[in-house]
């Protein structure tokens, strides 16, 4: 596969030097843009939306025809997996839900691995239109979630905040949880590997809920898991494991392997960048809050990250987690050009 020719991204997940850091957005795709808005209207549903390859290629690029970003991302879900399991998926006012959580040791042993080609065959399909049309000109991201925040989901039926019946599920029968993200594990390997097939430059894994977990158990539960994907798929293809509440653990994140971690608004890039040393890339990690700010309090804000890190080489400018639907879509372009106009040479 040829290198597109924007390659910021790639050499920043290297390690390698830059002439500028690169610059992609947490849900880039999305609510904030007026287009999206219409394009999700003429889908009917989100699930439609993501379902469709034409339109989730369409939605993928939308944010591209806008802004000089650095990176194309697939327009999917994290759920999609347990969605492919039969789990009945559905979004509401409230956040996604599934008709048939996963309780029991019955729950567990029903469930098959699914064909990323064929019960995923349209998220397959929606990356290689994406590929297509973008490959040659900046890298594709494929994503999915982590075994153990997929697991969350389907374990609660729905997103909570509490996490009752997942954390019941961990101290009463922690072998039956491992069952679960085994085969989650080799479900989430399988489905990046096919995403890598289909044109994707990077893969993410989202590991949104790992953070809940403390010391052996973000070990065992969350940690290990991603140490067993990231080996399998090998170095060929740049991994980023995206760690929210995971800033405590930056160096056990770093042995899994990966090129990058994202970090959240709530981690010092700084300090991570010391904890890390030259074993990973960064990506991160503006608070999302700060795309409401005036327009040069924002464009501040991103100097003022970038300063922190010093110009040393391995930074990928993101935000801590996925752009707001409030966002004005001009404060995107301010955020670019400033992130775009500053010299990491300067500071190295």
């Known amino acids: 596969m040829s290198s597109p020719q924007n390659a910021r991204l790639l050499r920043a997940l290297r390690r390698q030097p830059n002439d500028r850091t690169p610059i992609w957005i947490m849900r880039q795709a999305g609510r904030y843009l007026p287009e999206y808005q219409e394009l999700r209207a003429r889908a009917g549903s989100f699930l439609n939306l993501c379902r469709t390859p034409e339109l989730a290629c369409e939605a993928a690029l939308q944010p591209m025809r806008r802004y000089s970003l650095d990176a194309a991302i697939l327009f999917s879900d994290i759920l999609t997996i347990p969605d492919a399991m039969g789990l009945g998926l559905a979004f509401t006012e409230e956040g996604p839900s599934f008709a048939h959580p996963v309780r029991t040791a019955k729950d567990v042993t029903r469930l098959g691995v699914p064909d990323p080609n064929q019960e995923l065959g349209y998220v397959m399909e929606a990356m290689s239109l994406l590929h297509r049309e973008l490959g040659q000109k900046v890298p594709v991201i494929g994503f999915s979630g982590s075994p153990w925040t997929l697991a ?56 949104r809920w790992g953070g809940i977990l403390e010391g052996e158990q973000y070990t065992r539960f969350s940690v290990r898991p991603i140490h067993r994907i990231i080996e399998a798929l090998g170095p060929e293809t740049p991994r980023i494991v995206y ?91 301010a955020l670019i050009e400033e992130v775009h106009r500053f010299d990491p040479g300067a500071l190295a």
């Open 152 to 207: 969350t989901y389907m374990v609660e039926g729905k997103s909570r905040s509490d996490f009752v019946l997942i954390r019941a599920m961990l101290e009463e029968n922690s072998e039956l949880l491992e069952q679960l993200l085994d085969v989650l594990t080799e479900a989430v390997e399988l489905y990046l590997r096919a995403q890598m097939a289909a044109g994707a430059d990077v893969v993410m894994l989202f590991d």
């Open 243 to 333: 760690a929210r509440g995971g800033g405590e653990c930056l160096t056990e994140i770093c042995m899994t392997g990966c090129e990058a971690i994202g970090i959240d608004e709530t981690v010092s890039l700084s300090a991570a960048r010391e904890e890390v040393g030259t074993r990973c890339a960064l990506q991160g990690n503006l608070d999302p809050a700060a795309m409401c700010l005036p327009e040069e309090e924002l464009r501040a804000a991103a100097r003022a990250l970038l300063v922190e890190y010093e110009g040393q080489a391995g930074h990928v400018f993101n935000l801590g987690h996925g752009i707001t639907p409030d966002v004005n879509p001009d404060q995107v372009t």
